[in-house]
């Protein structure tokens, strides 16, 4: 079994920081893609940002500058870097992974279970 467990979301005011970190455990071949996705009461989860093995980054325009997306191979871990934080930013926040179980195994995606982040003005 696979799972994504994450962890750091909160309540924080408006122009606060928060890190999220989302880890990977099971039986576990690779990882490729890794990202983070939001999702606010009453609208559809969107994308915030996803890395891929090698580091290429790719933001919403919603958050670029603000926000950073980093990993650890080693750990299996994406995380979340979250400056400058506004109200539109409140959602849950969910871990998203496209990883192998094994060498011949097809890339299958998986979700973590989801973070509230809000940000009071």
């Known amino acids: 079994q696979v799972q994504l467990v994450e962890s750091g979301g909160g309540l924080v005011q408006a122009g606060g920081s928060l890190r999220l970190s989302c880890a990977a455990s099971?039986?576990?071949?690779?990882?490729?893609?890794m990202g983070w996705y939001r999702q606010a009461p009453g609208k559809q989860r969107e994308l915030v940002a996803t890395i891929t093995r090698g580091g290429n980054t790719d933001y919403a325009d919603s958050v670029k500058g603000r926000f950073t997306i980093s990993r650890d191979n080693a750990k299996n871990t994406v995380y979340l870097e979250m400056n400058s934080l506004k109200p539109e930013d409140t959602a849950v926040y969910y871990c998203?992974?496209?990883?192998?179980?094994?060498?011949?195994?097809?890339?299958?995606?998986?979700w973590g279970q989801g973070t509230q982040v809000t940000a009071s003005s």
């Open positions: 099971g039986s576990i071949f690779s990882i490729n893609i």
């Open positions: 998203n992974a496209d990883l192998k179980r094994w060498s011949l195994d097809l890339p299958r995606n998986y």
